[in-house]
């Protein structure tokens, strides 16, 4: 089915190994601000076929097959519903109105919210997008993963243009409760307004400090992410010179390189997801890095597992 976002973004095809290093320093863009990627944020994605889409819009959407009009509805029900019942799973549960704190949770564990996470960190977003990757076959049709990189910094000076309050907020100084109230607060009005906004909690739990993380959210859920993104005025025609999507092949080549060049810079679901089972996770792309294991596993009469 084609994107009907794709005049939305810049395309840039990964080539090859060197070529994704080039990008990694936001060389060879031809877009002004891109050099060392100041103030950008980034996504990866394991499929290239993939929108951006938060996963509210996912569980709804493609998962219930549900219209996103009464998205503004199941946001407050599942909210309420787990504000209610998780703080008898929690040490130090939020404060009932720290609604950002909350919503972060939520997505931490896995329950459906409006945020969307991004990362300050090319390398973050290049892992998240290739780790769980599939080599390429000969005679196969080829795959392809992606990273997004969105200048924030211009999108958000745009939102705020066309959503003055947002504005008011700012210029009477960093209030995080007090802008996600207005957003939350806006929905299922005739006035709400479209766009996206980043936002953290102020107490950031290990995962967003190790993952360098930012979430961003639509400001209207009856509306896909996407539209949020692309359809705000102030925006609209803009964009694609701030927001690209880097398409990366499954090439041994490629994925190989990535796999090294983030171990060594210990950059690894290990890291980023503090605990055993995120270092459970990393243990399978050590196949692709067999000098590691010099004189391991090769004599079948030595004791298991040396």
Partial sequence: MEDQFTHFYKTEHVESWEKLLSFSEGRDLGIPGSEKWNRWIFKGHACD?????????????????????????????????FIRKARGYL???????????WLALMQ????????????????TAV????????LNEKNKKEKFCAVWALQIDWLRKRVEENVPRLMELLNEGSNLRAEID?????????????????????????????QQALFVVPLDVTKSFMENLCHCPAVEGMISQHLIKFVIPCSDEIIRGCVKYLYDRNLTRATLFPGIEG??????????????????GEDPNRPWPT
């Avoid at 040490?91 to 704190?101: A, G, I, Q, R």
């Fill in 49 to 81: 076929k993939w929108n951006l889409s938060t996963t509210l819009e996912r569980t709804l959407h493609d998962r219930f097959k549900l219209d996103l009009s009464d998205a503004w509805k199941w946001e407050r029900r599942l909210s309420r519903e």
């Fill in 91 to 101: 040490s130090d549960p939020p404060s009932d109105t720290d609604y950002m704190e």
């Fill in 108 to 123: 931490h564990y896995g329950a459906p919210t409006r945020l969307h996470d991004w990362t300050y960190s090319f390398w």
């Fill in 127 to 134: 892992l998240f997008a290739v780790e769980k990757a599939k």
């Fill in 182 to 210: 207005f957003i939350l607060n806006s929905q299922g009005k005739n006035n709400t307004p479209s766009g996206v906004w980043p936002l953290n909690a102020f107490r950031l739990n290990q995962r967003v400090v190790a």
């Fill in 279 to 296: 270092y459970a996770h990393t243990i399978g792309n050590l196949v692709l890095l067999p000098h590691r294991f010099h004189d391991i």
